[in-house]
């Protein structure tokens, strides 16, 4: 709505031509411009199948659409919320997947002389202008989709200027005068620290802090080499592998595939993890003989448009073929059979291992799954709705998308943890599969409840036992004469 102050009156907007509803997937706003006489307001429809960039003028209240994109899956990517008014009557800026990847685009107030001012294949992460309103300051993966770094723009998009230097991630933030950068800087073995540089391309940084403890640095925590797994559509898959004789240590013929959480987040990098306990376990697997890899499967963040929307309709089909090619890549490369090649994850990561284990077990020789997902109609409608649709609209998606259906093609010993308390994928989701994998007769799996932990545990002792319950589960079933391979199956 548009509130008039002095009269107190308002005049409700539908920023969306013709969709009297009201009721949208976002509604957000860009604020005023300079002179006041106009505002920005984004929607997205609740199909989340558009974003409507629209002028609100403040004297008639009209809303003249300006913007209008569309996908045939769902609105979104890095940074889909920026924008905002360039100074005095320059018009507007925002960021668009319209080409595929998340660029800053221009356009007058009126709608015309829209112009893209960056391009490529890599994404600007955020964007915002200069205190000063002078040029813009971004984070992009411009260099390597592995890394983030920090860039100043002119207005007109000339000028662009890489300001960092190391590999890996910075999240700068520009001193009130523009002289100096704060930089939260990490790598892949080095956790976010703060440095302090001069406000000047490519200048050397001060480190400032130092957190972890010196029994911490004193370990080898490696620097995970980054490759490349052949997809079976022709695609390059990215993933970091963890290799035994990095650690002093020999293969004991098995591997271990972690899959992240939440489908769209970016793991496969040159900085520190946001699963940084796990960065930590894949390194103790290591030790103990377990080749692991770590994929940025198709839903990932950081690849783009098509990457991201790869899951449309059927979540564990892609970004589980993945997986199973990265376990054919496995077998081919280091002579692994599937038997001895496990699968673990929590939360998104743990509902791919049971569609893996339930769906496509003749590549999977054990699986832990964390705080799963086991029935998509179940979890929360903002997430789910836009990559599925709605249930009552699109029953073939949640059903082909959904563990609960497929547990009667589990074969491997599985290991299910979930907290008794977790408000995010909510406790009875997991005993409902259990029920159900007792109603099958299935044997060699076990649910492992966490009384006082929600969806992120909180506790020392519930993350020591949950990493222990997955180490024994892998040392009995997946190293070479380990275990009964027939049990279970």
Known sequence: GLLEFA?????????????????????????WNDAGTAAIVVADPANFKSRVIARVDADSGKVVPLETLRDSAWIGGPCSGCGGWLPGDRGIWYVSEADGYAHVYTMRADGSARQQLTRGKWEVLTAALSPDRSRFELHTSEPSVY??????????????????????????????DGTRYADIFSCSNEPPELYLQPGRPMAAATRLTTSPTAAWRAFHWLDPEIVE?????????????????QLGAKSNGAAVMFVHGA?????????????????????????????????DYRGSAGYGRDWRTAIYRHMGGRDLEDHVDASKWITAKYGIGPTHIGIYGGSYGGFMTLMALFTRPQYFGAGAALRAVTDWA???????????????????????SSPIFFAAGLQAPLLMAHGMVDSNV?????????????????????????????????RPDSWTD?????????????????????AGR
């Open 7 to 31: 009269s107190s009156r308002v005049t409700w907007l539908a920023p969306v031509a013709g969709d009297t509803s009201g009721n949208f997937a976002r509604l957000t706003s860009y604020g």
């Open 229 to 245: 797994i052949p997809g079976s559509d022709g695609i390059k898959i990215p993933a970091r592998i963890y290799r035994p004789e």
């Open 426 to 458: 909510e406790f009875e989701d997991i005993v409902r599969l259990a029920q159900r994998l007792i109603e099958l007769g299935k044997t060699n799996w076990w649910l492992a409840p966490y009384p006082v932990e929600d969806h992120g545990f909180t």
């Open 263 to 295: 489908g769209y987040l970016h793991n496969v990098t040159r900085t520190w993890s946001t699963y940084f306990r796990e960065y930590q376990f894949n390194h103790l697997l290591a030790s103990k003989g377990y080749l692991v890899v770590d994929l």
């Open 378 to 400: 179940h979890y929360n409608h903002g997430y789910t709705a836009q990559i599925l649709n709605q249930p009552q609209d699109d029953s073939v998606a949640y059903h082909q």
């Open 466 to 486: 949950e990493y222990r319950r997955i180490l024994e589960l892998f040392d009995q079933w997946l190293p070479r004469g380990a275990g009964n391979r027939n």
């Open 147 to 176: 890394e983030q770094h920090f860039y100043t723009m002119g207005l007109d998009g000339s000028n662009r200027t890489r300001m960092t230097q190391r590999a890996g991630g910075h999240q700068v933030t520009v001193s009130p």
